[in-house]
């Protein structure tokens, strides 16, 4: 893989990109969350000032602690109650993404978390698909372009995934491109939820599972080859199935080898693994490795507001780190647009009209 130029965090801003992983919950802005908390009476924030506010996020989800870190997501919830919160941070989100260069993006919630406020679950759907809506508008308004859809999460700790799985196929055609499971992995595989899994693949719809975050091969096995996840969220751990031995020769185990060999995509967040624990930082996390073996790797965020990143800046950090090149953007953004959950030729219109003219100058 070789590559001409270094580039630059400007550049890296410039460059269409694709992004598959990223939670509405954890990207709001410092000032939406504290203007949101004064417009809903939300008084549990650490504090109003938006500047402190936002190293505040990163700070505690940094800490190490799972209490700071989930306590993070506590505020980001705690102001989206209400359908009017819910469209603001859905177009801000959308507006946020193309500012920084991506083309199309899959945004990712748990309706269930944003009806403490007595909101149902539709109403919940309709105001996030809304603000997305808006935010296209404004977006095109300005002179961009950028594709979003929806991913809805059932909570692998409450018992509702078939209830979320309908609710994903239901809502289809209205911008909902497919279904996911999150929360804690440990004491909750993904075979609890094959009701919901089912579901889907009968209705031909598409679905991702967090799995092999923090937690091992186990889970990934399952969500592959029990629950027919197409995608895995994280998926990091499935280089403990992969064994370098002193002399650099690498061998895959064969759950390895079948992640690899059926292309199945890998939702890699660097940061925000190095954020929980889960590597140590960017330069040991295994996506150099992975790379190197040809995985279906792609690059997220997660979460932009608690690790204080975004699309650009990983891909940034993973120039410092691992020498990636325009080669290797180009080659993540056309595996995350392969792997994307919209129609054939609405991801190959993306790739042919707009990915690779622009890289094609570059590579
Ligand atoms: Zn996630």
């Known amino acids: ?36 908390a004064e417009q809903t009476g939300y008084d549990g ?6 500047a402190e506010l936002g190293r505040w996020f990163t700070r505690a989800a940094d800490s190490g602690s799972l209490e700071s870190y989930l306590e993070t997501f506590a505020h980001t919830c705690g102001v989206m109650q209400t359908e009017e919160a819910l469209a603001r941070v859905a177009a801000e989100c959308v507006e946020d993404l ?7 993006a899959e945004v990712r919630y748990a309706p269930e978390l944003f009806t403490e406020g007595g909101l149902s679950l539709d109403a919940v759907i309709k105001a996030v698909q809304a603000g997305f809506t808006e935010g296209e508008r404004r977006v095109a308004e300005r002179g961009g372009r950028i594709r979003t859809g929806t991913l809805l999460c059932a909570m692998r700790q409450h018992a509702r995934a078939l209830e979320i799985a309908e609710l994903a196929v239901r809502y289809r055609d209205a911008g909902v491109v497919g279904f996911d499971i999150a929360g804690p992995e440990a004491g909750f595989p993904p075979t609890r939820n094959l009701d919901a899994f089912e ?3 009968v209705n031909n719809a598409h679905f991702t599972i967090h799995a092999g975050e923090a937690f091992g091969l186990a889970s990934i096995w399952e969500a592959i080859q029990h629950c027919g996840a197409e995608r895995l969220g994280h998926g990091v751990r499935i280089v403990d ?8 020769k690498v061998e895959l185990g064969r759950l390895a080898a079948y992640v690899r060999d059926r292309r199945i995509p890998l939702e890699l967040c660097p940061s925000s693994n190095v954020q929980t624990g889960a590597v140590g930082s960017i330069a040991e996390h295994p996506i150099g490795l992975l790379a190197r073996l040809r995985f279906r790797i792609t690059v997220n965020t997660d979460n932009r507001l ?15 780190a691992f020498g990636f090149g325009w080669a290797e953007v180009q080659w993540c953004t056309i595996n995350a647009m392969k792997s994307a959950f919209i129609d054939f030729d609405q991801r190959l219109d993306l790739i042919n009209n707009v990915i690779k003219p622009w890289y094609a100058e570059r590579v």
């Open 199 to 201: 579901y889907m693949r």
């Open 45 to 50: 924030l650490p504090t109003t000032d938006v």
């Open 98 to 104: 193309a500012d920084d260069g991506v083309v199309y």
């Open 1 to 36: 893989m070789s590559t001409r130029t270094v580039p630059s965090p400007e550049e890296l801003r410039a460059a269409p990109k694709v992004l598959l992983h990223d939670h509405l919950d954890g990207g709001l802005r410092p000032s939406t969350v504290v203007e949101l």
């Open 306 to 320: 608690m690790s204080g990143c975004s699309m650009s800046s990983e891909f940034a950090a993973l120039v410092d």
């Open 241 to 248: 199935d992969i064994k370098t031995s002193a002399d650099g």
